[in-house]
Every structure is written in C-alpha cells, then in structure tokens.
C-alpha cells in the first residue's frame, strides 16, 4: 500500500553537521528520497553520513554556496511532488510531515506550511509578517489554530516542489539569513499562501547545525544578516525602505560597537560591530564575492527567474 511518504524528497544543506544531521534524517529516510547538498563541510559529515544513511542521495558542492545555494542544487533533483526541506539541528518524526502533508493537501493554494518551532531554552515560537509589514518578529499570540502568514522560517518547510522550481529556487546572492524572506516574498507576490500548522511542534537545536559558532563565526553570521536584510528589502520593496532600515541598524548598533568595543565585552561588540560593518558595506555598494560569481538560478526549462 503506497505510503504518503512516496510522494515527498527530504532535503538538507549540511555544513560540518555531524553532531546532529543523522539525528535529524533517521526518522525520515521512508521518504521517496532523501538529499543532503554539503557545502564544503571540513569535518566528516559526508562519511558519517554515508555510513549511517546508506540510502541517502549526497551532492558535494566544492565551494559552501551559502542556505539557499545549497538547497537549489538539490532542488532541481526533486520529482517528487512535495519536497520537505529541513535543518540539521531540527528534530522531525514521521507524524509530524503527516501533520504537514495533511495541511498541504487541505489547502489548495498553500506553497508552504510550517510546523511550530520549540526551541530550548526559548520555549514555542511562531515567526511571523503581516502583509504590510516589512520585516518579521516573533508572534506574541498562542495560535488556536492553522493561520496564514506571510511569512514562516525556513528551519521546516513542507512546500510544493514544481512550484518552488517554477520560480527559480531561492536567490543565490543571499549567502546566509533572510532567504526566507525573500522567498516568502515573491511566493505570496505570486498568489500562494503560507501557512502555519501549530499542533506539529518541531524541535529545532538552535545555532548546532554548524557543530557550534566560533567568535569568527558569530561575526560572519551578524555580517550577513544585516547584509542579507538590506539587499531583501531593496530587491522586493523599494529603495526607502532598505534606507529606512540601514539608518536603524546604524543608530542603534554602531553607537552600542563603540561603547562594547570600550569596555572590552567582546562578545557584543562581535554582535553590534558585525551589524555596523555589514550595513556599511551593503551601503557602499560591496557584493560578497560568492554573489558576483553566482548567475541567478534557472528553471528547469533554462529560462532564469522572472522576477
């Protein structure tokens, strides 16, 4: 008897997550096909992986392309109908991609649903955008139910996979954070909706998909969330809005790196000089080299996003 799990690929991006990607993909590898891309990772993840997944379809890219670099090369791999993306660090069991898969079904005009993310130490979280608003937060209500959004996180995402091939996979520019914003974007451009299914509570363990964040890694991961949120904003809303939210990062973090930076916390100033220093850079007009050397991804049909 066919299974729900015939019509759904499992994909992860995997970058030195030994500690917790086969933890995560165990529960899963009844799926029609399960990918993991690895992004350069220098640990051995690739060979745990192999030795405890035999079933697992592995791309090696040779460079780390970055979140959304490292699902498009195994998004066009897909032909299953859905494709389940998920983090190393997340905990999923087969009831909660039913849970899922049922909430898909049900709404026809879904290109994601997300499951409820319980984070240690933080407890339930729900982060969520209104369609006037430009950036998320954190919801500070207790869904009852299913809601729309227009916005969920990436760490879980159920989604139709033609339709996220369809329009180009996610923005390559985007090394790290807020390539699922930018996706949410142009989904609910498009007249899809997303939708958030609360009763699938996910574990997700986070900041350990990367086998723990160095202070070096802090920093680059501060640089591109601001970067990152800039380039969002311009590419999908205007040029005003983007300056409205450098003058934001500017007022508040570049003050804050000054006093850290003076009383030696170098724990926040990495934060705040980190955001300072990747407005800054965005303003400037300075485009990581990954994002010069990338074309904007095709369909499978050769023709590039249309945006």
């Not at 994601?112 to 937060?137: F, M, T, Y």
Request: charged share 20%.
């Amino acid at each position: 008897m066919a299974s729900f799990l015939d019509e759904i690929t499992v994909l992860s991006v995997c970058y030195n997550s030994k500690d917790v990607i086969t933890n995560c993909l165990a529960p899963l590898m009844g799926a029609k096909q399960v990918i993991v891309v690895d992004n350069a990772s220098t640990d051995n993840s690739v060979d745990i992986i192999r030795g405890a997944l035999p079933g697992v379809t592995i791309v090696q890219n040779e460079t780390n392309k970055g979140y959304g670099g490292g699902v498009n090369a195994g998004l066009f791999k897909v032909e299953t109908p859905y494709l389940l993306i998920v983090n190393p660090d997340s905990e999923v069991t087969v009831k909660d991609v039913r849970g899922l898969y049922d909430a898909l079904i049900k709404y026809e005009g879904a290109a994601i649903v997300s499951p409820q993310l319980d984070v240690p130490r933080h407890g339930l979280e729900n982060w969520v955008k209104g369609p006037a608003e430009h950036i998320h937060g954190k919801a500070d209500f207790s869904p009852e139910g299913d809601f729309c959004s227009w916005f969920m996180p990436g760490t879980v995402n159920l989604c139709r996979a033609k339709l996220l091939q369809g329009i180009g996979g996610f923005d390559e520019n985007i090394f790290l954070y807020q390539e699922d914003l930018d996706i949410c974007h142009r989904i609910t451009r498009a007249g899809h909706s997303i939708i958030c299914v609360p009763s699938v509570i996910v574990r997700h363990l986070n900041n350990l998909s990367t086998g723990g964040v160095s202070p070096k890694q802090h920093w680059r991961k501060d640089w591109n969330f601001a970067w990152s949120t800039l380039y969002v904003l311009e590419k999908n809303l205007d040029r005003s809005t983007m300056l409205k939210q450098a003058l934001r990062f500017l007022s508040v973090n570049f003050p804050k790196s000054l006093f850290y930076a003076l009383v030696l916390d170098r724990k926040r100033f990495i934060r705040d000089g980190a955001l300072t220093a990747g407005c800054i850079a965005y303003l400037v007009g300075h485009i990581p080299k990954r994002s010069r050397l990338t074309a904007p991804p095709t369909n499978p049909s050769g023709r590039a996003e249309i945006e």
